[in-house]
């Protein structure tokens, strides 16, 4: 079965710091994953996915078929970046199961 | 357009009342999902349909039914509330007429359940 883990429950880093979370997946095929981001009192929302090799606010996220990771990386971290962050692994073929991780709370201090 | 609109915002109902989470989309997407979000579970998949008359089971589907009328609406029914299912439930949506590879996810605002 798919998995995603997301190791940390919380990520607390200071501004202008660099930041990774981890997200470690499990599927034997294809993989098609996603970071998606709520912030505080607002619905959650695709960051960035591994197909489209896209940087949004700053963010990248590189797929690492070898050990099965799309960690997220920011070189330098905004204050305006603490939320909640979830991988997800996509619907692959033969299934539209979306699987998400547990989530990884940035926080970015001043 | 509105995208994912789900009501009510918060609920409070006694152990084993019954309700029914409303979620619509106007985007005209044909997958429709329900999650259930838990502090350090994550975002867990409870039913999703296809397309309007198909639905399936998710992950943690006991205690709750779904069905699809229309390709606009995707009501999450609780039939016994128990404390257990005491959640923020959220609704997306995401269109299949892409790449399979290409989905995005919309989703709702929530919807923050207790049950006493």
């Known amino acids: 079965a798919q998995r995603v883990t997301q190791p940390e429950k919380l990520l607390s880093v200071f501004k202008g710091a660099p930041v990774e979370l981890k997200c470690n997946y499990s599927y034997s095929g294809s993989p098609e994953l996603f970071w998606y981001v709520q912030y505080s009192r607002q619905r959650l929302q695709l960051l960035l996915r591994h197909i489209s090799r896209e940087s949004i606010k700053g963010f990248t996220a590189d797929l690492n078929k070898g050990e099965t990771s799309f960690h997220l990386k920011k070189p330098f971290a905004q204050e305006e970046d603490s939320a909640m962050y979830y991988c997800a692994h996509g619907r692959a073929s033969g299934t539209y199961k979306y699987i998400f991780g547990t989530g990884t709370r940035l926080k970015v201090l001043a | 357009n509105a995208g994912v609109t789900q009501t009510p915002k918060f609920q409070v109902l006694k152990t084993g009342q019954s309700m029914t989470l409303q979620c619509a989309q106007d985007?005209?997407?044909?997958?429709m999902s329900w999650y259930r979000q838990d502090p350090g579970m994550g975002l867990r998949l409870i039913h999703y349909?296809?397309?309007?008359?198909?639905?399936d089971q998710g992950e943690v589907p006991n205690g709750y039914n779904v069905s699809r009328s229309t390709t606009e609406d995707f009501p999450l029914r609780l039939l016994s509330a128990a404390p257990s299912q005491t959640s923020v439930y959220f609704c997306?949506?995401?269109?299949?007429?892409?790449?399979?590879?290409?989905?995005?996810?919309?989703f709702g605002p929530g919807t923050r359940l207790t049950v006493l």
């Open positions: 997306a949506s995401t269109s299949l007429s892409g790449a399979w590879f290409s989905d995005t996810q919309y």
């Open positions: 349909s296809v397309g309007a008359g198909i639905t």
């Open positions: 985007m005209n997407h044909e997958y």
